[in-house]
C-alpha cells in the first residue's frame, strides 16, 4: 500500500468527496477486505498478531501490519504492548469501531442474500433486529 501524493488529483478528489459525504468517509475507513476481515476477527475480543493473521489466513504479515497501523491513526483499532519479555502485544476494538457491529451484521446477512439470489436460489431472511 504506497502513499498517494497529496497534490495528485486523485487523491484531491478523494478528500472532496470524502467532506462532503459521510458514507464515502465511512466506506474510506473500512472498505478494504483485510479491514474487514479485522473487525470480524477481533469482534469478540484482543487477539495477539499471529492468531490474528492465522484467522485471517492468506494475508501477508506486511500487509496486516499496515492494515492495523491504519486502522490505529484512524480510531479504530487499539493495540497495547505488555511490558513482557519477549513483549506481548494485543490488538482490539475501539468503542468506536464495535458501534459497527449491528452494520456488519446487516452487511454479512446482505451479502448471503445476495450471493443466494446470484445463484439462483431463494434469499434467506435478512437481519431481524435492523430495519
Sequence with gaps: MASIKKTSTNHINK???IARCSEAYAMDMIGTRWKLSVFY????????????????????????????REMEQDGLVTR???????A???????????????????????????????QGQAPGPLVNNLK
Design 41 to 68: 476477527q477481533l469482534k469478540n475480543g484482543p487477539m495477539r498478531f499471529s492468531a490474528l493473521r492465522d484467522s485471517i489466513g492468506n494475508v501477508t504479515d506486511r500487509m496486516l501490519t499496515l492494515h492495523l
Design 88 to 118: 506481548r502485544v494485543e490488538y482490539s476494538l475501539t468503542e468506536s469501531a464495535m458501534e459497527l457491529q449491528p452494520v456488519w451484521e446487516y452487511l454479512r446477512a446482505w451479502g448471503k442474500r445476495h450471493m443466494d439470489r446470484q
Design 80 to 86: 497495547t504492548v505488555y511490558p513482557e519479555v519477549p
Design 15 to 17: 478528500e472532496i468527496i
